[in-house]
């Protein structure tokens, strides 16, 4: 497939590229054969072979990369919006554990709203996405079907949780449970067999969903699983004031302590939030390979407080964006890329606010400590820097010779 029209990309942070009518060939496994300007030789070549199947980009629109959604719950779609006048530990209990069971227990309502879900992840431009799913294995392997028959890169998480606060909603041993994700994790690699040769769009990913759902033992187990088996892992890490509370007092430590010593701060590993890490914190974060998931849209109902986003990039953390559906009430990534420059521009003004009054002179607030992200940033974090944290180096979230060509078009048509 040969594609010709204008395309947009970031592919480091803060670098916008417009590349003006280039020409794009497109391999039959779906990655970037060549990518050029359309009046190059090559290109001009390549359009007077292309008999039958040259997609021209309309006038006034262009190609973007698909987003990457770093976070979701895929069974809160159910409510999403419902309930966030709760803090987090007393919502879980209400809403989340309630609504992910009553999915477990009806296999075609999870085909119904996992297949609506796709849909909109598509309609809202998200090409991948980090899931977390349920309990329960078969509800699991409906959510990595139906995003694979929509062509979205999954990565599907099965909860693990051996402690719950709800009797009903809960895995019955540490070692039960770790026997289930294994048995998940191989039919949810097997699921790409349906698939050309050479694809792959669906991976499983261990979720032990936070620390106060998890016994040690289910986290050291998870460790050694990852290690073993080279598996993703994603969690919950320092989000709100009453699970950090909850972890602290039924535990003794911090979070980050909990995960480190599991062995589940690794290269593989994608940490939700994260807003209570301080700077030293971060680079720890950094120095294991781990990446954040910025959820700002969840963080100001849940978190009371923001993530450190430009101290993270500082830092070197690896950081993409995420809905956080139903903790965030939208599916639109692009709305998180609004709310990330929203968040982090009032951080700012809180700086220069708290600059000028130490010095009693006017803060020009254009100094190298920016706290602030613009939209081109933004726009980074919710492709290129999800791609990277997922560790998708081949060139996902970009337009480049090599890379899955994962597009979105800007525009439809008008007809
Ligand atoms: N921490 C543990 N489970 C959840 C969840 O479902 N949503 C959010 N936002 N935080 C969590
Ligand atoms: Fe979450």
Redesign the pocket.
Same mark, same amino acid.
């Given at each position: 497939m040969l594609v010709r029209g204008d395309l947009v990309h970031c592919p480091e942070l803060g670098k916008l590229e417009i590349l003006q009518d280039h020409v794009v060939d497109i391999g039959y496994t779906g990655l970037i054969d060549y990518i050029g300007p359309a009046t190059t030789p090559d290109a001009i070549e390549k359009i007077a072979a292309s008999a039958g199947r040259l997609i021209l980009v309309p006038k006034g629109s262009f190609l973007l990369p698909t987003f990457c959604d770093l976070h979701l719950?895929a069974p809160?779609f159910l409510y999403q919006g419902t309930g966030l006048h709760l803090p987090?530990m007393k919502?879980?209990d209400e809403y989340?554990f309630k609504a992910e069971e009553r999915i477990d227990a009806d296999p075609s309502l999870a085909h119904k709203v996992y297949t609506r879900l796709a849909e909109r992840l598509i309609e809202h431009g998200t090409g991948a996405v980090l899931l977390?799913g349920t309990i329960k294995e078969e509800t699991n392997l409906i959510l990595a079907k139906c995003m694979m028959n929509a062509g979205i890169r999954a990565f599907v998480g099965k909860l693990s949780m051996d402690i719950s606060s709800r009797p009903s909603y809960i895995e019955a041993s540490a070692a039960a449970s770790l026997t289930a994700v294994s048995s998940f994790a191989d039919k949810c690699i097997a699921l790409n067999n349906e698939l050309p040769p050479g694809t792959t769009l669906v991976e499983p990913v261990l979720t032990p969903?936070?620390v106060?759902?998890c016994s040690d033992e289910l986290l050291l187990g998870l460790g050694k699983l990852s290690k073993a088996k080279n598996l993703r892992v994603q969690s919950?890490m320092a989000? *709100?004031y009453d699970?950090v509370e909850w972890v602290r007092a039924e535990r003794g430590v911090e979070d980050m302590e909990v995960f480190e010593r599991s062995g589940l701060l690794t290269p593989r590993t994608v940490q939700?939030?994260c807003t209570f890490l301080d700077p030293p914190s971060l680079s720890h974060v950094a120095k294991r390979g781990t990446a954040v998931a910025h959820?700002p849209l969840?963080n100001a109902y849940?978190s009371a407080e923001p993530f450190r986003l430009r101290e993270a990039l500082n830092n070197g953390v690896k950081v993409g964006l995420g809905t956080?559906i *139903?903790?965030?009430y939208h599916i639109d990534i692009l709305s998180s890329m609004r709310q990330a420059v929203a968040v982090s521009r009032m951080r700012e003004g809180a700086r220069i606010m708290g600059k000028a009054a130490q010095s009693h002179t006017k803060a020009d607030g254009d100094d190298k400590s920016v706290l602030s992200i613009d939209w081109t940033e933004a726009l980074y974090l919710a492709t290129r820097g999800g791609a990277l944290a997922l560790g998708l180096t081949n060139g996902v979230g970009t337009f480049m010779k090599g890379a899955s060509f994962d597009a979105q078009c800007s525009k439809h048509p008008i007809d």
């Open positions: 719950h809160q987090l919502w879980l989340a977390f969903r936070f106060p759902t919950h989000e *709100a699970q939700a939030h959820c969840s849940f956080d *139903a903790g965030g």
